[in-house]
């Protein structure tokens, strides 16, 4: 199949960036990494620079690729990271447009390749639970209700790729923050210190330059977990709980 | 050739009390003197994330470095299926020994007893780390933590976390090490990439990194340096690994020289999904917790194979008796759940007589038919339904146990394995060689360690599923903060070091001059093309069976190679930019050296144990013949560009009797 495709170049962070037009062969069977790849080895024989791209696990777990694949955050499969699309999902001829995750506290740095560190930072902030190595009792000391743990877990799949900020017009990390507030929170383990965290992960979250939320819910259509927007609303109870509730 | 004593250091006394006995008289550092000490750990797996986090709780000053953008992504988190520890919650027979012993089993009789037993010994200490930390692993319905199965063994000790249990554990260690960020102990560098190391009077003591967004090279200065960076498998270019996964830090440090073992040992995971084309950059692992329940088959007669082949037949038009279970059949005490090594070389075998199931012949069926039937009719039963849809009942459980899965597989090939049975072949998946390390995970080098997959120590020839994680972990928060205290112990009185030292200057300057000689060759080929090349070399002739011949030409063939990559290779971009080409070049160059000695290593141990199988050496039934006399030993090999020489560290079995591995 041959494609056209509008691909998103940018030297750095200090200049502008704009579309530029490529055309390639692939086949149904690659991954859409792999069609990338098809163009880079063509460029690369060209001598011109191949477009930077971030990947590494190619399996939809590490979190890595992020690409804005005709106007959608890892492209229109639903639940589905880049890695993870193929092109038997595209028709020969199709136009793709291909731009980086876009979002305030997301700097591109050179072409798709965009800088998250800003979600390490949210995580810093208190996702986590105090525990020293060699602490801890147990493994089943604290039997915990098999639904309570599939819900924990459901939050937890969260691969940190930054889908819901790109999808979102405020680009707000709501649903990244909140799934780890969810995760922690739900469980005895994380209970003890969930005020705290919920508080210092808000407002570090607003201090990396991510937006407000107002319930569009696109992060929760484009996440390729399929993280539930539940985490979000969860979360604000317990903001507005260490806001206003008991002081510690 | 130098003269290296190649000693364990393992303790003396009794193998199930001596971790104990040696933790407690083993020399510490005081709390106020771990303050005064720098630590470097390159690599935030699973193994450098816990190994950073635990000794920034206990005081010491940890730098902590990572190629990738953040400590989360690193590949620890691709991990499927699951964790191994000796809890005995299942009341099914486990102890420390047994998990033990089933590993030394398991490795073929080619790791050293004394680490290994230490690993099953804290094993059980892990699953109580993770849980405490808010690792949400799979549970029954009276809350307690359920088990499962895996290859190699006939307990239940496998923890795990649906099909993501690598992410979780990694999550888990990336939390604590967040924790250790926010609180200054940690300082945390992101797209750094470690590219040589810097030795001063003959102890570790630094590294030089490429910042990856800059292309500039920085010097880190430290009392000491631990390598938790990861396997070599991507050597063979298509693997289940990371993409970026490579051998870069370990092979600097083999080029100060640090000791490489048994680097022919690699792991070919049985259960991946087959290769389509030549355009394909990885390969994607089935977890072997589907060997629970999958059952592996071809068709018994050619001619069947032929019409799937060519797509004229389904693997369900095939009748039951027209079917061979050749695991089944082959390994009746443990059927579908032989170890890893065993199962591929029998897929290989079934390949071989033209029996497979893809159109490049190289596939065999995973089946769950029978488990999607047996499940449906025990949840009618439970739940007291007459004229019930089985299937579709079966089919829920199934997709409950191994959803993501399945979802995975659909994805990749675009077929449904709830209606068709799923195509698998083998694929390079983890390597069991690695750095040699002594009992503390110390290096030959002082002041240099090496943690979980980059050492070579638990796994013998061949590692059983679940181990992997369970290694890393247990090297990173119950092993290494221990026993770095032996070295660190004698240097609290060494002041801070500076990157002043002119050892310093002068490794960043043969850094650079690498760098500029690979982008000045301004050839004509990629270097993915180079990588793609040294990979089928690697897979032709130093992959699932080797013998003598093709392993010397093998090599000669990597020699050639490397000459026409330093010839011909073209790197785009800038040296002082974020740069990927520039990234995989230097990798590459690495592993066309280490492809090398992988061949020599296989070339050099005529015998067949574990992953490592010669076909001159076989038993009549055609399994690995393993020579005890000979081989029972560790080949560390030191580098030298024209002949390395290798080193032996016999091993001693004072626990377990040597005998033929046998899973019939």
């Given amino acids: 199949m041959k494609l056209n495709l509008k691909v998103w170049r940018q030297k750095n962070n200090k200049v502008k960036g704009a579309f530029k037009a490529y055309s390639v062969e692939a086949s149904e069977d690659m991954s859409f990494l792999e069609m990338m790849d098809v163009l880079n080895e063509k460029l690369i024989a060209d001598k011109e620079e191949p477009v930077a791209f971030e990947h590494d696990c190619r399996e939809g777990i590490c979190g890595s690729c992020n690409m804005v694949i005709n106007g959608k955050p890892h492209g229109p499969q639903k639940g589905t990271t880049t890695c993870q699309l193929h092109m038997r999902h595209f028709k020969d001829g199709d136009d793709i447009v291909i731009e980086p995750f876009r979002a305030a506290a997301f700097p591109v740095i050179k072409d798709l390749v965009v800088d998250r560190s800003s979600f390490d930072s949210i995580i810093q902030a208190g996702g986590y639970i105090s525990v020293n190595t060699g602490q801890a009792p147990d493994g089943n000391a604290i039997p915990i209700e098999k639904d309570l743990a599939g819900q924990a877990f459901d939050a937890a799949t969260c691969i940190g790729c930054g889908a819901c900020v790109a999808a979102c017009p405020n680009g707000s990390a709501m649903l990244f923050t909140s799934a780890k507030i969810s995760h922690l929170g739900l469980l005895p383990q994380g209970e003890v210190e969930h005020t705290k965290r919920v508080k210092n992960m808000v407002e570090t979250m607003d201090k990396e330059g991510f937006g407000m939320c107002s319930n569009m819910g696109a992060c929760e259509v484009e996440c390729p977990k399929e993280i539930s927007i539940e985490n979000i609303a969860r979360m604000n109870r317990s903001y507005i709980a260490s806001v206003f509730g008991a002081a510690e | 050739m130098s003269t290296i004593q190649l000693q364990s250091n393992s303790p003396k006394g009794d193998l199930a009390t001596k971790w104990t006995q040696y933790r407690g008289s083993m020399n510490l550092v005081a709390p106020n003197n771990k303050r005064r000490l720098d630590v470097i750990i390159v690599g935030t797996g699973l193994a450098g994330a816990s190994a950073a986090a635990t000794m920034a709780e206990l005081g010491y000053n940890v730098k902590a470095f990572t190629f990738h953008d953040s400590p989360r992504r690193a590949h620890s988190i691709a991990a499927q299926g699951g964790i191994n520890a000796a809890k005995n919650y299942q009341n099914d027979g486990d102890s420390t020994y047994r998990l033990f012993y089933d590993t030394i089993k398991g490795g073929d009789y080619r790791s050293r007893e004394s680490n290994v037993y230490r690993l099953a010994e804290v094993s059980a200490n892990i699953i109580d780390q993770c849980v405490a930390q808010g690792v949400p692993f799979a549970r029954e319905y009276g809350g307690l933590l359920a088990n499962r199965s895996f290859g190699g063994v006939q307990v239940s000790r496998t923890f795990y976390a649906r099909g993501q249990t690598g992410q979780q554990l990694l999550i888990g260690a990336y939390q604590a090490l967040s924790r250790q960020i926010s609180s200054g102990k940690v300082k945390m560098y992101n797209r750094h990439e470690m590219l040589d190391l810097v030795l001063i009077d003959g102890k570790a003591r630094g590294i030089i990194t490429r910042n990856l967004l800059t292309g500039q090279l920085e010097r880190h200065a430290a009392h000491c340096v631990v390598l938790a960076t990861g396997g070599y498998g991507n050597v063979f270019y298509l693997s289940t690994n990371a993409m970026g996964s490579n051998v870069s830090a370990a ?29 394909q950059s990885k390969l994607t692992l089935m977890s072997e917790s589907l060997r629970n329940d999958g059952r592996v088959w071809v068709p018994k007669h050619i001619e069947d194979a032929k019409a799937i082949q060519k797509g004229e037949k389904k693997g369900v038009d095939i009748p039951e008796e027209d079917r061979d279970y050749y ?52 949840e009618a039963t439970s739940r007291g339904l007459k004229n019930a849809n089985v299937t579709q009942l079966g089919e829920e459980v199934v997709a409950a146990k191994y959803g993501n899965l399945f979802e995975m597989y659909e994805k990749i090939t675009g077929e449904d394995p709830y209606k068709n049975p799923m195509k698998i072949y083998p694929a390079v998946h983890y390597t069991m060689g690695g750095l040699w390390v002594d009992y503390n995970l110390q290096t030959n080098i002082p002041g240099l360690f090496a943690l979980g997959e980059a050492n070579f120590s638990d796994h013998g020839a061949n590692r059983l599923g679940a181990s992997a994680l369970m290694q890393g972990l247990a090297d990173g928060y119950f092993v290494i903060p221990y026993t770095i205290g032996t070295f660190l112990a004698d240097e609290i009185r060494t002041p801070a070091f500076t990157t002043d030292a002119p050892e310093f200057a002068e490794v960043e300057r043969e850094v650079a001059e690498r760098i500029l000689k690979l982008k000045h060759v301004n050839g004509s080929q990629s270097v993915e093309s180079f990588h793609r090349r040294l990979g089928q070399i690697m897979w032709e002739y130093c992959g699932m069976s080797r013998n003598a011949e093709g392993l010397k030409k093998g090599r000669q063939m990597i020699r050639d190679l490397r000459d026409e990559f330093y010839r011909d290779v073209f790197i785009p971009g800038d040296i002082e930019d974020y740069n990927p080409e520039l990234e995989k070049a230097t990798r590459v160059a690495d592993f066309l050296e280490l492809g090398e000695l992988m061949m020599l290593d296989a070339l050099d141990r005529n015998e067949s144990c574990g992953g490592h199988f010669r076909e001159e050496y076989k038993s009549a039934e055609g399994e690995a013949a393993r020579d005890d006399k000979n081989y029972t030993y560790v080949a560390a090999w030191e580098w030298d560009d024209n002949d390395p020489s290798v080193h032996k560290e016999t091993l001693q079995f004072d626990n377990v009797e040597l005998k033929t591995r046998s899973y019939k």
Wanted: glycine share 8%; charged share 20%.
């Fill in chain 2, 327 to 378: 695991l089944e059949r082959r390994y009746p005490a443990f059927g579908n759940l032989v170890p890893r090594d065993v199962a591929s070389r029998a897929a290989k075998i079934a390949c071989d007589e033209g029996k497979g199931v893809a159109p490049t012949g190289l596939a065999v069926f995973l089946d769950f038919a029978s488990a999607i039937e047996r499940y449906g009719n025990a």
């Fill in chain 2, 251 to 279: 092979w600097r440090s083999v080029k100060r020289g640090a000791l490489m073992a048994n680097p022919c040992y690699t792991q070919i995971h049985p259960t991946c999904i087959p290769v389509s084309g030549h355009y």
